[in-house]
């Protein structure tokens, strides 16, 4: 099955720096790779995602890039601001009968410091 | 629309006790999943449901561990007995079925077995 690794699991920042969160995925039939932030006390939520047929994406502050033959994706966040502090999983989702079930990696736990 | 409504948010019991959390996904969706969140092993889907049927339990850990969606808006996760390792976020999210990717998480259950 596929195995999504994800890096930082914590990342500190200062207020208007930038922010990079990392993965990597195992499974080259993996089509599809969505960005969830986590708030304190809610459930996640999707802020961006990209296909493999594209390989970067943005909005506004957010980017995301996807190198399929390295089979790696990340999360750029620019200009940090404290309501950025959250916590941050990719997910990857292959296709077998276009099941639709995505993996998740672990996390990354982003403090933006005033 | 309301989005996915679990309940109760918080749930304390003792050891042996029985649980048991409530989902309602959001109308229309077909797709239902059940996640736990720790601090160890990130979300880890438990079950997912399509059209009511359960497709995929490989990740209940054991047979404490049970969850039916009788209906289209209905879902439960029963827990007996709880253990104090049980202790978790539980999520719920529910997507449309065929060609949906994006997942909507409700707020989740905090789970303190004492």
């Known amino acids: 099955g596929e195995n999504v690794e994800q890096h930082p699991s914590t990342l500190s920042v200062q207020e208007g720096d930038s922010a990079v969160i990392k993965c990597t995925y195992s499974?080259?039939?993996?089509?599809?790779f969505p960005w969830y932030k986590q708030e304190l006390g809610k459930g996640p939520q999707l802020i961006i995602d990209?296909?493999?047929?594209?390989g970067e994406k943005k909005d506004q502050r957010i980017a995301v890039t996807l190198n399929k033959t390295a089979k790696h994706f990340s999360l750029h966040i620019t200009e940090t601001q404290p309501e950025d502090s959250a916590v941050y999983f990719c997910a990857a989702i292959p296709r077998p009968g276009g099941s639709y079930i995505p993996t998740f990696g672990r996390g990354t736990s982003l403090i933006v410091h005033p | 629309d309301a989005g996915v409504i679990q309940s109760p948010r918080h749930e304390v019991t003792e050891m042996g006790q029985e649980v048991t959390l409530r989902c309602k996904p959001i109308s229309g969706h077909n797709s239902l999943f059940w996640y736990r969140q720790t601090m160890m092993r990130g979300l880890e889907l438990l079950i997912y449901f399509n059209n009511n049927v359960p497709i995929d339990d490989s990740g209940m850990p054991e047979d404490r561990f049970s969850a039916k969606m009788p209906n289209a808006s209905f879902s439960t996760l029963k827990i007996q007995p709880s253990e104090p390792r049980d202790s978790a976020v539980y999520f719920c999210?529910?997507?449309?079925?065929?060609?949906?990717?994006?997942?909507?998480f409700g707020s989740g259950t905090q789970l303190s077995v004492l």
């Open positions: 999210a529910s997507k449309t079925g065929t060609g949906g990717e994006k997942l909507f």
């Open positions: 499974d080259s039939a993996s089509n599809y």
């Open positions: 990209i296909r493999s047929n594209v």
